[in-house]
């Protein structure tokens, strides 16, 4: 991308959601999703999101939550989130996205969400450099709507996460609707 072009970019998403994407983004750049992104339907139609290439991957020592800060309806819905946990592993999507996609999706979080960089695992065994998205500030744990659920659930069984995973998604408990 286009030094100048990076810059406009960046400036655009800081008017629209209050953040911006770290200057040293690298292009293309490792996305770990965990959440509603790993629908494939929903990153590619609702975000728009084309990625050059997608592998089921793991985040290892940390665990799913679902934390009531953040979402459309804070307090009353809880999306997905990690929280740091020593011996646990969040299964999900890696996606590596040129730059200026990734700008696009960085449009999309909430303001309420921090980028973590760290070291994802392939299906392999590939230890990639990923950047994912975390809640900035503790927040209560909570329950997520069960449509929300439901889209998590749906993409586990489509990107072909561990059983036990899908599982542990299934015994997950909802807010309602």
Partial sequence: MIPALWRVCRLWVRLR???????GVPDPVWYFA???NMNERLFRQRRHMTPLE???GRLRDYRLCFSV???MRPGVSAPANIAEAPGSTVHGVLYLLPRRK???LDASEGAQ????????????????PVVTYKLRWPASEG????????????AARQRGLPDDYVRFLDD??????
């Fill in 69 to 71: 800060a953040g979402g």
């Fill in 102 to 104: 990734f700008v696009r």
């Fill in 34 to 36: 965990y959440g509603s």
């Fill in 54 to 56: 997608t592998r089921i």
């Fill in 143 to 154: 329950l997520p709507s069960l449509r929300y659920l439901n889209i998590v659930r749906e």
């Fill in 113 to 128: 969400y921090g980028y973590l960089w760290t070291e994802a695992e392939d299906s392999a065994g590939n230890r990639l």
């Fill in 17 to 23: 959601r209050g953040r911006v994407p770290p200057p």
């Fill in 172 to 177: 997950t408990g909802h807010a309602g609707e």
